[in-house]
């Protein structure tokens, strides 16, 4: 009897205890904190690194930090910098006024990928905009190469045209020839029917 109320108390006072017991939060998913550029920032400056600011430490091994101006073109920076829950890319270039995006994939402490992006504009008074790409022009030699085509069907023309004047040229001649050659033929059989007629 009293080992069944022991085991009661007991069971009873372990229920107590997973109760009272704060329930442990999941693993958080990492998340962008803070940035640098920040997301939306118009700046009269153009910034020479990109800083990202996460809720955990990161791995350097699977920080991926890229910057991207309007045409979608990746610009130049260094390997991501990596301190702690913070990232750090430096920019390789100077940038040019227009929007770019900064996009970003790290690892959560659970192992599961997050990823992001997100834009800022620059937009400084003494900056020239970005320059549109110019349209292509043919090189030197490609219009050397058209000018001498263009040259070599000039020749060919009078070429092609004495080939049909020759071709012309060449039918009497061939039907003056089957002409004589009938003559002869027919000449040759009235000379035996001739023969034959006198021999008979």
């Avoid at 955990?56 to 990596?82: E, K, W």
């Avoid at 599961?112 to 834009?119: A, C, E, I, L």
């Avoid at 030699?141 to 020759?166: E, F, I, L, Q, W």
């Amino acid at each position: 009897m009293r080992t069944r109320t022991v085991s009661a108390l007991l069971a009873a006072l372990f229920t107590a205890a997973l109760l009272l017991v704060p329930a442990t939060p999941a693993a958080a998913h990492n998340s962008l904190q803070e940035a640098t550029p920040a997301r939306d920032a118009r700046l009269t400056t153009a910034p020479t690194q990109v800083t990202l600011r996460f809720l955990q430490r990161l791995n350097p091994a699977f920080t991926t930090i890229t910057l991207r101006d309007s045409t979608d073109r990746q610009v130049p920076a260094s390997a991501p910098v990596v301190d702690g829950a913070t990232g750090t890319v430096t920019i390789e270039e100077p940038l040019a006024n227009g929007t770019y995006t900064v996009a970003y994939r790290v690892v959560s402490r659970d192992g599961h990928p997050v990823q992001g992006s997100y834009r800022f504009t620059v937009a400084d008074p003494a900056a020239p905009p970005a320059a549109a790409p110019s349209p292509a022009t043919p090189s030197p030699a490609a219009s050397a190469d058209v000018s001498a085509g263009a040259a070599a069907g000039a020749d060919a023309s009078p070429a092609s045209a004495d080939a049909s004047a020759d071709a012309d040229d060449g039918l009497p001649v061939g039907l003056l020839a089957g002409g004589a050659v009938a003559a002869v033929a027919a000449a040759g059989v009235t000379a035996l029917l001739l023969r034959r007629r006198r021999a008979s």
